[in-house]
């Protein structure tokens, strides 16, 4: 056995397109909702200029310059961006030291030490730095054209218009954004849901795997077969073992190695004259049984199967449809490897999955242990015994065959966790940008509300003392926000099915057209409106309109 070192960039797309896909669209999430974080806190920043008016007025009137006023709400957002964006980069100093730490893989333990080094705090400063002259810049336009005069007269800057503002459209997109990240993450979460309760092609509960190569023990060319055969009818013997099955490579931990082939008419065999590209397994006459693999048609193989009879594979459905047409003409015919081999296919079983589970329907083959021998060797023992019991009956089993025999035992829904690894990161990672997402979307809303309340006090207070009802006056206090609710949630579903796509090469059975998740996400999304409209609501019914109009 040998092993090669490379680059992975010199070999091709080692992350593959859809990762790298995702991962992209990770980075665009996260400076997007570092743009809503500026939009809210510039929100939040214009409400408080509008509360603190009459102040900024009297200021002016003595004497005051706009740029000293200026100056003040600058610093007050350089203060809270940098303390935020050091709680921000402890707080990530401190996820990092635990991804350095984490083994996601138990079967294959990776340690890598990641530590920021000093790019990454100037890029972290700048941020700040940005970020605070991003919303900070918000009110600039409100006290330059604050007139003092006609604020301690009216109590106001300026009124409501009907006007859309960069600010509503900031708050739109940040809407638009949140919306997009709930829909895909419980897109992801869905799509993880059905992969965990879904067919693989295989039934990986009650079976344990007992994974070898003889290689390493000395065996080869036909003591090879013969010890398969040993330890197949070995375990066969255990109490309580149902069936035991041998494959050379483990479908999805594994992969599975691919084959050109060709029509049987086909004279030809260059890779330009390939009918398909099928994945190739060698398996043991009891393997399908084991694996608990549906036989639709045909009949499996025997221990007859050896190299003094035809060649003979048992094929899955996708691959009878795309060489024979069918699968009712795939039984009995034949087809040619590249070596110019003829093969019979006797029977049909199930698709499956083989290299990952968001791939679409492979062609695959398999051809008997005995024709294709492998010192790799994966077996499958199906019980229902307690996997711990079964543990150590087995290793003792494998013991006795061969102590210089190296061997590893484990549950096949163990061995799946690679397969479910990205499934599950890109499920959290979504979980993640969606909760900040919402939180955003919370305060941003908020602060478009409270804004508009404190806009329109004394409106309000005018309307109250005339007799509007409490109905009438949220209308007016909340309209807006409401609006540009509806419009942002409606742009982000529509945009987070779009971009859902893309988790369909990552979460396996992630559908971005789900009812459930829709319906999901609109109703998340309004009791966010809700959540984040009812404390201005509460400010708005709890004006006095006596003492407002005696302040004003």
């Known amino acids: 056995m040998t092993f090669s070192l490379t680059r992975p960039g010199l070999t091709g ?101 990641i530590h920021p080094g000093a790019n990454v705090y100037a890029v972290a400063l700048l941020l700040s730095l940005v970020s605070a002259f991003l919303f900070g810049a918000v009110p600039v336009r409100q006290v330059l054209h604050t007139d003092p005069y006609q604020v301690i007269k009216s109590g106001s800057t300026a009124t409501v218009g009907r006007r859309i503002t960069v600010r509503d459209l900031l708050l739109v997109v940040q809407i638009a954004i949140c919306a997009v990240l709930v829909t895909s993450s419980m897109v992801a979460v869905r799509g993880l849901v059905r992969s965990l309760n879904s067919t693989f092609g295989f039934e990986p509960r009650n079976a344990m795997l007992v994974e070898t190569a003889l290689s390493m023990a000395g065996y080869s060319g036909d003591a090879v077969p013969t010890m398969q055969k040993r330890m197949i009818d070995a375990l066969q013997t255990i109490p309580g073992v149902k069936s035991v099955g041998l494959i050379d490579r483990l479908p999805l931990y594994y992969g599975a190695n691919s084959m050109n082939v060709f029509s049987d008419k086909t004279s030809d065999l260059r890779p330009a004259n390939t009918a398909a590209e099928a994945m190739v397994y060698n398996v043991s006459p009891e393997y399908f049984d084991a694996a608990q ?41 034949y087809y040619k490897l590249r070596d110019g081999s003829r093969i019979q296919v006797i029977g049909i079983v199930e698709d499956g ?66 397969a479910l690894f990205p499934s599950r990161m890109a499920t959290l990672s979504l979980g993640v940008l969606g909760t900040m997402g919402a939180m955003l979307s919370i305060t941003g809303i908020f602060g478009m509300a409270t804004y508009s309340v404190s806009k329109r006090r004394r409106e309000l207070g005018i309307r109250m003392a ?87």
């Open 353 to 418: 999955k083989y290299s990952s589970l968001a791939e679409d329907p492979q062609p695959a083959m398999f051809f008997p242990v005995l024709q294709s021998s492998s010192t790799q060797a994966a077996l499958v023992v199906r019980s229902n015994r307690d996997p711990q019991q079964l543990t150590a009956t087995v290793k003792s089993t494998m013991q006795n065959l061969d102590a210089a025999l190296p061997f590893t035992i484990s549950t096949w829904n163990h061995e799946l966790e690679s």
């Open 13 to 113: 797309d080692w992350l593959g397109r859809p990762l790298r896909a995702f991962l992209t669209g990770l980075m665009l999430l996260a400076g997007l909702i570092l743009l809503a974080a500026c939009a809210n806190l510039g929100s939040l920043f214009a409400a408080r200029a509008a509360d603190r008016s009459r102040e900024v007025a009297v200021r002016l009137a003595l004497g005051s310059g706009p740029m000293r006023i200026l100056r003040q709400l600058f610093t007050e957002a350089m203060l809270i961006s940098l303390i935020g964006g050091a709680v921000g980069l402890w707080g990530s100093i401190l996820l990092l030291g635990g991804l350095s730490a984490w083994e996601p893989l138990p079967t294959a333990p990776i340690h890598i030490p």
């Open 466 to 552: 005339l007799g509007a009802q409490r109905k009438e006056v949220l209308k007016a206090a909340l309209g807006r926000a409401f609006k540009l609710l509806a419009f942002g949630s409606i742009a982000g579903l529509l945009l987070g099915i779009l971009a859902s796509q893309v988790l369909a090469y990552i979460v396996y059975s992630a559908t971005p057209r789900d009812p459930l998740v829709l319906a999901a996400a609109v109703l998340a999304m309004f009791l966010l409106g809700l959540l984040a409209t009812w404390i201005p609501a509460q400010r708005a019914l709890s004006i006095d309109p006596t003492m407002l109009l005696r302040e004003e």
């Open 293 to 333: 693999t549906r036989l639709l048609a045909g009949r499996r193989f025997t221990w007859h199967d050896d190299k003094t009879a035809p060649r003979v594979a048992v094929v899955n459905r996708e691959f009878a449809g795309k060489i024979f047409g069918s699968a009712n003409n795939a039984i009995g015919s």
